[in-house]
C-alpha cells in the first residue's frame, strides 16, 4: 500500500506524459480529459507551492467542480456534445484524488500554506472531496455506454450460474 502512495503519482505523470506525447490533440479538447488532469495535475500543486493562501486553490478547485457537474448534466441530460470516452478519465479522478490529499496535508500546517479565517480547513477538504465526487460522475456519465456494455459483458458471462 505504501508503495502505492509512493509510486502512484510517478506513474501518473508517466501515463499523462506518454498519452500527451502520443495523441497532443487530446489535451487541448475541453470534452475530453485532457484539460481536466491538467487542472488536477498541474494547477493545484503549483498553487499548493506558490500561493500563501488557499483561496485561489480553492477558487480553482469551486469552478472546476462547477464545470464537472455541467459537463455531467450536459452529457446525463441533453447528450448534445461529442465527450471522448476513455480510460483516461480514470487518472482524472486519480489526479484529483492526489490533488485533495495533498491539500489536506498541506493545509495541515506541514507544508506552509495558510488557511483564511473565513475558510477552515474542513471546509477545504469538503471542497476537495466535491471536486473529486463532481470529476467522478463526470467520468462515469462520458463512459456510461463502455460501462453498460462490460456490465451486459459481465451478466452475459454469469448468467449460466
Same mark, same amino acid.
Given at each position: !500500500?505504501?508503495?502505492?502512495?509512493?509510486?502512484?503519482? &510517478? +506513474?501518473?505523470?508517466f501515463?499523462?506524459g !506518454?498519452?500527451? =506525447?502520443?495523441?497532443?490533440?487530446?489535451?487541448?479538447?475541453?470534452?475530453?480529459?485532457?484539460p481536466?488532469?491538467?487542472?488536477?495535475?498541474?494547477?493545484?500543486?503549483?498553487?499548493?507551492?506558490?500561493?500563501q493562501?488557499?483561496?485561489? +486553490?480553492?477558487v480553482?478547485?469551486?469552478?472546476?467542480?462547477?464545470?464537472?457537474?455541467?459537463?455531467t448534466l450536459?452529457?446525463?441530460? +441533453?447528450?448534445?456534445?461529442p465527450?471522448?470516452p476513455?480510460?483516461?478519465?480514470?487518472?482524472?479522478? =486519480?489526479?484529483?484524488? !492526489?490533488?485533495t =490529499?495533498?491539500?489536506?496535508?498541506v493545509?495541515?500546517?506541514r507544508?506552509?500554506?495558510?488557511?483564511p #479565517?473565513? !475558510?477552515?480547513?474542513?471546509e477545504?477538504?469538503?471542497?476537495g472531496?466535491?471536486?473529486? +465526487?463532481?470529476l467522478?460522475?463526470?467520468?462515469?456519465?462520458?463512459?456510461?455506454?463502455?460501462? #453498460?456494455?462490460? &456490465? #451486459?459483458?459481465?451478466?452475459?458471462r454469469?448468467?449460466?450460474?
Amino acid at each position: !500500500l505504501l508503495a502505492g502512495i509512493v509510486v502512484g503519482p &510517478f +506513474l501518473l505523470f508517466f501515463w499523462v506524459g !506518454l498519452l500527451t =506525447y502520443r495523441h497532443p490533440s487530446a489535451v487541448s479538447n475541453p470534452l475530453g480529459p485532457g484539460p481536466h488532469c491538467v487542472v488536477a495535475m498541474l494547477a493545484v500543486p503549483l498553487l499548493i507551492v506558490f500561493c500563501q493562501s488557499a483561496i485561489p +486553490l480553492a477558487v480553482v478547485i469551486a469552478c472546476h467542480t462547477l464545470v464537472a457537474l455541467a459537463g455531467t448534466l450536459e452529457s446525463t441530460l +441533453l447528450g448534445q456534445l461529442p465527450w471522448q470516452p476513455g480510460t483516461f478519465w480514470g487518472l482524472v479522478v =486519480y489526479a484529483a484524488v !492526489l490533488g485533495t =490529499y495533498t491539500t489536506g496535508v498541506v493545509s495541515e500546517g506541514r507544508g506552509g500554506m495558510a488557511v483564511p #479565517r473565513h !475558510l477552515n480547513r474542513r471546509e477545504l477538504a469538503l471542497l476537495g472531496w466535491s471536486w473529486v +465526487l463532481a470529476l467522478a460522475s463526470l467520468a462515469v456519465a462520458v463512459n456510461r455506454e463502455r460501462l #453498460r456494455g462490460r &456490465f #451486459r459483458d459481465w451478466q452475459q458471462r454469469h448468467a449460466g450460474n
